[in-house]
């Protein structure tokens, strides 16, 4: 079946703009998550959802960055008032079930530029 | 907290030739280990992964990695490498604490197979 998806696969943004990302998980996977991955690192977690729940949200750099899974399948994730230091790659990865040991499959990622 | 180090940033290594790809971790709590894979063009997928029981795993490709918890360490190996396997690989822990599904990643050790 299709893989994780994401758009768009790339964005430019002007400094102070609000940018929304979008995942498509594979179908019926319960679990969610985001990455942020700067350029030469290695990805940094942002948020997880099991379902339509956000249960993990430690990783958000700031109030800025807003994550939501409406209906536990298609997520977003939104970042408000862009700043240069956000520009990085935004990687999601779904997983079929929800034990932290199940295998994370990871989408092509969205290249957000700030300017 | 927990961190990775990833030892070299950058192996290079003629074809056929035996391979080690070195990383070392930092947590007070358990932790499940990965190793990503990241080929050109394509997004992350996991290689292998320690969760628990025998210390050496292995994957369909002939890697295989050894946990050491004495040396806190999850070195990934390859007796003899292909071109195929130039990529760009990263080494993950999970941390088994509070509930949380954060994994943290190393910032990547980039394997380049020469002919």
């Known amino acids: 079946g299709a893989g994780v998806s994401q758009s768009p696969r790339y964005k430019v943004a002007k400094r102070g703009q609000d940018v929304a990302l979008r995942c498509d998980p594979i179908s019926g996977h319960v679990s969610l998550f985001w990455y942020q991955q700067a350029l030469g690192q290695g990805p940094e977690f942002l948020t997880y959802?099991?379902?339509?729940?956000?249960?993990?949200k430690s990783g958000l750099p700031s109030d800025r960055f807003f994550a939501e899974r409406p209906e536990g399948s298609v997520s977003t994730l939104k970042i408000q008032r862009t700043q240069q230091e956000d520009s990085a790659v935004y990687l999601c990865?779904?997983?079929?079930?929800?034990?932290?040991?199940?295998?994370?499959?990871f989408g092509p990622g969205t290249r957000l530029t700030v300017l | 907290a927990q961190s990775v180090t990833q030892l070299d940033s950058q192996v290079p290594v003629f074809e056929e030739a035996p391979v080690e790809l070195r990383c070392n971790y930092s947590?007070?709590?358990?932790?499940?280990l990965f190793w990503y894979v990241q080929y050109p063009n394509q997004g992350l997928q996991l290689l292998l992964k320690y969760l628990s029981g025998s210390t050496l795993v292995e994957s369909i490709n002939g890697f295989e990695a050894e946990f050491n918890k004495s040396q806190t360490s999850f070195h990934l190996r390859k007796p003899s490498v292909h071109i195929s396997d130039t990529a760009e690989y990263f080494c993950?822990?999970?941390?088994?604490?509070?509930?949380?599904?954060?994994?943290?990643f190393g910032a990547g050790t980039r394997l380049f197979v020469k002919a």
């Open positions: 947590s007070s709590v358990s932790v499940y």
């Open positions: 993950a822990v999970m941390p088994l604490d509070t509930g949380g599904f954060k994994t943290i």
């Open positions: 990865a779904s997983s079929r079930y929800s034990g932290r040991a199940d295998t994370q499959y």
């Open positions: 959802f099991q379902n339509e729940a956000q249960l993990d």
